[in-house]
């Protein structure tokens, strides 16, 4: 019987960042890749039959693909430089919640499926949970299809070259109606479960959050050759517009902004930026709020580009409202891990994208370090060890 952490170990060196530290593990790179495949020989090896649906999402059935059915599952791409945990953990949790199962000899009612889904992070293509928008028809595939990454490979193409017909991404109703029930084991992501408590906490909600594109205009030249009052400089915007970024958040209570990206184009030492493209993270539990802050950081965005002589563009590249987990669901889950407490969470999951559709809920495991996006993040081995059995005892539940 394979434990969590040996199953972690085991992927230990599959898209170490050599640089950023952590693990990069892009969705449809080499590393995630890899970890595909390593889950299906890890799937396979349980005697569970893995399939992959139009839009990529990786299945592995215990017992006959049925309507209805008890699904769970993670993700295996990261965000660059990121932990080790913040998708693996669920994944390996489901491998090893079924060898509990079958120790326990649990003899299920109901078909239970693992599920990993591409592009939770939105890491390459700039839209988070894009697997599990695809399944639910929450992003058009056309607009899908379309996005690029940093190297301006279309997801069309990166979808096609990991073996998936790119005309057939989107709503898939199909394998929508397999999802009886949906529970994703993750890292907790913040300081929601302390030293000396229960390790596991069930999830209550996802707080609304979103991702806006500001790209700031300005005139390229040279370093050496243009007066500073000559400057249309859109850096020195840029440098004012994240100020206000931090600025407007902190005035609004429950609010957290960030931006976390940023791009100088052409990108040189010598050379005045002719735009800048910043990326916004927004989120608050009132999507109004959420949206009013957005409108005024793009005011302020607006005046300060304005005044050094530079012009702002912004888009929006997602948004998902706050959600709350099915009750009952959630009722459930805290029935069979009754010692563990409900906890709210800030990240963004497919669970969440998942329960505007089917009963979806979540179970947090501890992070010690409270940190995640980060090679920081972490879990002790016995708590990692021991979310197998709380997932096992969830499933059992419900199976
Ligand atoms: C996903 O981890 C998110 O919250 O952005
Ligand atoms: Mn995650
Ligand atoms: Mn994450």
Same mark, same amino acid.
């Given at each position: 019987?394979?434990?969590?952490?040996?199953?972690?170990?085991a992927?230990s060196?599959?898209?170490?960042?050599?640089?950023?530290g952590?693990?990069?593990?892009?969705?449809?790179?080499?590393?995630?890749?890899?970890?595909?495949?390593?889950?299906?020989?890890?799937?396979?090896?349980?005697?569970?039959?893995?399939?992959?649906d139009r839009?990529?999402?990786?299945?592995?059935?215990?017992?006959?693909?049925?309507?209805?059915?008890?699904?769970t599952?993670?993700?295996?791409?990261?965000?660059?430089g990121?932990?080790?945990?913040?998708g693996?953990?669920? &994944? +390996? $949790? *489901?491998?090893?919640?079924?060898? !509990?199962?079958?120790?326990?000899?649990? /003899? @299920?009612?109901?078909?239970l499926?693992?599920?990993?889904?591409?592009e939770?992070?939105?890491?390459?293509?700039?839209v988070a949970?894009?697997?599990?928008?695809?399944?639910t028809?929450?992003?058009?595939?056309?607009r899908?299809?379309?996005?690029?990454?940093?190297?301006?490979?279309?997801?069309?193409?990166?979808?096609?070259?990991?073996?998936?017909?790119?005309?057939?991404?989107?709503?898939?109703?199909e394998s929508?109606?397999?999802i009886?029930?949906?529970?994703?084991?993750?890292?907790?992501?913040?300081?929601?479960?302390?030293?000396?408590?229960?390790?596991?906490?069930?999830?209550?909600?996802?707080?609304?959050?979103?991702?806006?594109?500001?790209?700031?205009?300005?005139?390229?030249?040279?370093?050496?050759?243009?007066?500073?009052?000559?400057?249309?400089?859109?850096? &020195? +915007? $840029? *440098?004012?517009?994240i100020?206000? !970024?931090?600025?407007?958040?902190?005035a /609004? @209570?429950?609010?957290?902004?960030?931006?976390?990206?940023?791009?100088?184009?052409?990108?040189?030492t010598?050379?005045?930026?002719?735009r800048?493209?910043?990326w916004?993270?927004?989120?608050?539990?009132?999507?109004?709020?959420?949206?009013?802050?957005?409108?005024?950081?793009?005011?302020?965005?607006q005046?300060?580009a304005?005044?050094?002589?530079?012009?702002?563009?912004l888009?929006?590249?997602?948004?998902?409202?706050?959600?709350?987990?099915?009750?009952?669901?959630?009722?459930?889950?805290?029935?069979?891990?009754?010692?563990?407490?409900?906890?709210?969470?800030?990240?963004?999951?497919?669970?969440g994208?998942?329960a505007?559709?089917?009963?979806a809920?979540?179970v947090?495991?501890?992070?010690?370090?409270g940190?995640?996006?980060?090679?920081?993040?972490y879990?002790?081995? +016995?708590? *990692?060890?021991?979310?197998?059995?709380?997932?096992?005892?969830?499933l059992?539940a419900l199976?």
């Amino acid at each position: 019987m394979a434990t969590v952490t040996t199953l972690l170990d085991a992927i230990s060196g599959i898209g170490r960042d050599p640089v950023r530290g952590g693990y990069s593990r892009p969705v449809f790179s080499a590393a995630e890749t890899d970890l595909r495949a390593w889950f299906t020989a890890e799937a396979r090896a349980r005697g569970l039959g893995v399939e992959t649906d139009r839009n990529g999402i990786l299945w592995a059935w215990w017992g006959e693909p049925h309507k209805g059915a008890l699904v769970t599952g993670s993700h295996l791409d990261s965000v660059p430089g990121g932990g080790a945990f913040d998708g693996p953990l669920g &994944v +390996a $949790a *489901a491998l090893a919640a079924v060898d !509990v199962l079958n120790e326990r000899g649990v /003899q @299920p009612n109901r078909s239970l499926a693992i599920t990993v889904f591409p592009e939770e992070e939105g890491s390459r293509f700039g839209v988070a949970c894009l697997g599990s928008r695809l399944l639910t028809g929450t992003i058009d595939p056309d607009r899908a299809r379309a996005l690029r990454d940093a190297d301006g490979t279309s997801f069309a193409d990166a979808a096609r070259a990991a073996g998936l017909d790119p005309e057939h991404l989107g709503r898939d109703d199909e394998s929508l109606a397999r999802i009886g029930d949906f529970v994703e084991l993750h890292v907790e992501q913040g300081r929601g479960l302390g030293e000396d408590g229960p390790a596991v906490a069930v999830g209550s909600s996802i707080l609304g959050h979103g991702r806006w594109k500001l790209t700031v205009h300005g005139q390229g030249n040279h370093a050496g050759t243009t007066l500073m009052e000559d400057r249309a400089d859109p850096m &020195v +915007a $840029a *440098a004012q517009i994240i100020t206000a !970024v931090q600025q407007a958040a902190a005035a /609004q @209570p429950g609010a957290r902004a960030t931006v976390g990206r940023i791009q100088a184009v052409p990108g040189g030492t010598n050379v005045i930026a002719s735009r800048v493209q910043l990326w916004l993270d927004v989120r608050h539990e009132d999507d109004a709020v959420t949206a009013q802050l957005v409108e005024a950081i793009h005011g302020k965005a607006q005046k300060t580009a304005a005044f050094e002589g530079c012009t702002v563009a912004l888009s929006q590249e997602s948004f998902s409202p706050t959600t709350s987990f099915d009750l009952a669901l959630q009722r459930q889950l805290q029935l069979a891990l009754p010692q563990a407490p409900v906890l709210a969470t800030g990240a963004g999951h497919d669970a969440g994208i998942l329960a505007g559709h089917v009963p979806a809920g979540m179970v947090f495991v501890r992070n010690p370090t409270g940190i995640s996006h980060s090679p920081e993040e972490y879990v002790e081995d +016995a708590d *990692a060890d021991y979310s197998a059995q709380a997932l096992a005892d969830v499933l059992e539940a419900l199976l």
